[in-house]
T-cell receptor, first 108, second 115 residues
Framework: GQNIDQPTEMTATEGAIVQINCTYQ??????LFWYQQHAGEAPTFLSY????GLEEKGRFSSFLSRSKGYSYLLLKELQMKDSASYLC?????????FGIGTKLQVIP | EAQVTQNPRYLITVTGKKLTVTCSQN?????MSWYRQDPGLGLRQIYY???????DKGDVPEGYKVSRKEKRNFPLILESPSPNQTSLYFC???FGSGLANYGYTFGSGTRLTVV
């Protein structure tokens, strides 16, 4: 089965950097997703890591360590609009399992 | 525009009155899935479909039915809704399935209230 853990809530200051961690245990591995979800809206795709290392995409970067079952999402130069939930997700045999999501609040 | 269209966006209904939430995608995706999202519980899979006429239960299938008669459509049916089915529902589709899932496209969501 799949088990995904991530912090429930985080607070960070506008302009700062924040790291959202995710640990996972999966039977069969084929990458890890990060999605962003604003309150009441649908999740939107942010990143997909299948190999170890850091992948950078503008202000957002995602890191994966398969041996440690660990990933993080790094958000730089935080903006108020980054206030949202960030979902870590792992595809399994016939489904994708989501973490509970980390609610990030960006404060002025 | 590539999208998943889900209707209705909001629905208030009474206990026991059958309802259907529609979902349609225009990307020729084989894999489609329904999730419900509740505070503190995250996204939980209700049912999924690997292809036409192929459906299977997810983690929380009780009280729901689905069908996949055409590739593009994957309706969610609540035969006799109960208050514990009050939730935010998302339909999602993807090009690959299972370990070959390369990312979901989600519908805009349906907020269902059962009174």
């Amino acid at each position: 089965g799949q088990n995904i853990d991530q912090p429930t809530e985080m607070t960070a200051t506008e302009g700062a950097i924040v790291q959202i961690n995710c640990t996972y245990q999966t039977s069969g591995f084929n990458g890890l997703f990060w999605y962003q979800q604003h309150a009441g809206e649908a999740p939107t795709f942010l990143s997909y890591n299948v190999l170890d290392g850091l992948e950078e995409k503008g202000r957002f970067s995602s890191f994966l360590s398969r041996s440690k079952g660990y990933s993080y999402l790094l958000l730089k130069e935080l903006q108020m609009k980054d206030s949202a939930s960030y979902l870590c997700a792992a595809p399994g045999y016939q489904k994708v399992t989501f973490g509970i999501g980390t609610k990030l609040q960006v404060i002025p | 525009e590539a999208q998943v269209t889900q209707n209705p966006r909001y629905l208030i209904t009474v206990t026991g009155k059958k309802l259907t939430v529609t979902c349609s995608q225009n990307m020729n995706h084989e894999y489609m899935s329904w999730y419900r999202q509740d505070p503190g519980l995250g996204l939980r899979q209700i049912y999924y479909s690997m292809n036409v006429e192929v459906t299977d239960k997810g983690d929380v299938p009780e009280g729901y039915k689905v069908s996949r008669k055409e590739k593009r459509n994957f309706p969610l049916i609540l035969e006799s809704p109960s208050p514990n089915q009050t939730s935010l529902y998302f339909c999602a589709s993807s090009f690959g399935s299972g370990l070959a899932n390369y990312g979901y496209t989600f519908g805009s969501g349906t907020r269902l209230t059962v009174v």
